[in-house]
């Protein structure tokens, strides 16, 4: 690696993903990590804009996300819903009164027409976040799933019904026109790029869609830098949310030699688990083994070096 | 009296008439109390529906008004208020997070095609509230003032300048065309209406709007029943806000003769203070001079009693 290569690109899904970008917010200057955030979960909800992935990686790296419940802010308060319960209001989506904030706030200025990256760029300043969030596009997209219950929005699938419907195939509604936001084009084609990073998020929720805008993956594919994923299966299994389940009902095998080979034709090399070792012999491409759970923060650091370490030893 | 009138109408603004209006429930059984809310100081905050003198009302008659702010819910918190601050949102009117839940689902059931009016009888029927609150019109209107600084939207006078500009003359948008809600008209036709109340609210930007719409003035002057109003001025002060100044700005001299004079052509009879006692005798109507200023829930019953009481004396 070149040491003037420092820029580094992330692709995000929501809270899996985003420890991961923690960690890389930790290693890479501010102004040379570049976020970008699925939006394929952004939803209509009480007439909010509400943005998931977005804003668990905003508060993540503000410092205010709840390390607990694994959504949302910390420190939060719920008069909200409970007194939306007591008008009839929908209570299947929480809303922390903090966290209504940022959905209303959004609604605001989307109504007012400024774009969602400008908005996000805004929010993540006053926050003090040093790196750069960016939406997926300025588009909409929306993630759908055709489940054994039939065709399902994804708020509805995920949150609602719990992701208890099984999975027969996934659209991404608008990602066939939604742009991609030029700042992440200008990023993937910038001399400077050091690695794109896709995140340990579910590939067909969080990455997918991201890959579903037009000229995307060409515009991964002739990036001059290395790309890496890193493995979301640690032995077997998702460490949070639908992941394993999703993968299972979709046909696969539950392994992170799986998600490799989903990432195949775009990735460059792989991180996966220690507990999956076995499997990295399996891909035909690099491969680091790392411990990737991330527990702590300084887990999150670690994982987030080995990961620009094992796109550094590509040459490209 | 007839024993079979037992409906009363109210006109009412905010805090000062809903004080009356809560007596008022206490006295009349709640099918036959039908509360007329002004909502020309209803506005767009963050993209949500704020009805302010409605929710005053409403959480009054519910019994979850806050007792010492004078606005707003009782046990509310504040943790949407702080993140919409550090967000660079507007923070010059506060939203409860309780207060919240009213405006985010009102605006989604307007923005789903629901009248104001049937948003409201809904609400108040979740929070247990007996009597009828009504918005005067499910049409939209907007009380401006035009001040020494200029013309200037309600809230913006009211809440942002603290009431500090001078008053020189006021508009209620829409008012000319926004119709009464047929429910007002019914009851002021109906045989069994026992008194139409006018509430200790501000004349100009409470009661004004209400009157300002289209055959509203002629429905009263034609309803059989008495019709009654409740000096806001006690020993020529405002108990609360800015009826006293905004009089003087408009060139009355602030006293509970001269808004008796201003509702002359509508009432039939008039309670005043004891402080004004001595204005009793200028107004040519039957007066009730009564203790107006109520602090006790005891004193809000009492004097609702006095007001049906003052209208029951009423040969029409």
């Not at 570049?34 to 509400?50: I, Q």
Request: hydrophobic share 45%.
């Amino acid at each position: 690696m070149s040491t003037t290569r420092q820029r580094v690109v992330a692709l995000c899904g929501g809270v899996g993903g985003s420890k991961l970008v923690l960690g890389l917010s930790r290693v890479v200057a501010g102004d040379n990590l570049l976020v970008v955030a699925n939006t394929g979960d952004d939803f209509e909800h009480c007439s909010l804009a509400v943005s998931p992935d977005l804003d668990t990686i905003m508060y993540t790296l503000a410092g205010i996300a709840d390390p607990e419940r694994g959504w949302g802010r910390s420190n939060e308060t719920w008069t909200f819903m409970s007194a939306l319960a007591a008008l009839g209001g929908a209570t299947w989506f929480q809303l922390g009164d903090g966290d209504l904030a940022t959905h209303v706030e959004r609604t605001r200025r989307l109504a007012a027409g400024e774009p969602l990256s400008e908005i996000t760029r805004d929010f993540c300043r006053r926050l003090g976040i040093g790196a750069t969030v960016l939406p997926m596009s300025d588009g909409r997209v929306r993630t759908r799933l055709r489940t054994n219950e039939g065709w399902l929005d994804f708020q509805d699938y995920f949150v609602r019904r719990r992701c208890a419907p099984a999975v027969l195939e996934l659209a991404y509604e608008g990602a066939d026109t939604a742009a991609p936001h030029p700042a992440l084009i200008a990023a993937l084609q910038d001399p400077q790029l050091r690695a794109v990073v896709i995140c340990p998020s579910n590939p067909f929720i969080s990455i997918a869609p991201i890959l579903a805008l037009p000229r995307l993956r060409q515009a991964i594919a002739d990036c001059a830098a290395p790309v890496v994923a890193v493995s979301p299966i640690i032995g077997g299994q998702s460490v949070k949310g639908p992941t394993a389940k999703m993968m299972k009902e979709l046909g696969h095998a539950v392994s992170a030699g799986t998600i490799g080979r989903l990432y195949a034709d775009l990735i460059d090399t792989y991180v996966l688990d220690q507990a999956d070792a076995a499997e990295a012999a399996t891909l035909g491409i690099p491969t680091t083994v790392a411990h990737t759970l991330m527990t702590t923060l300084a887990d999150r650091e670690v994982l987030a070096r080995e990961v620009l370490a094992s796109a550094d030893r590509i040459q490209t």
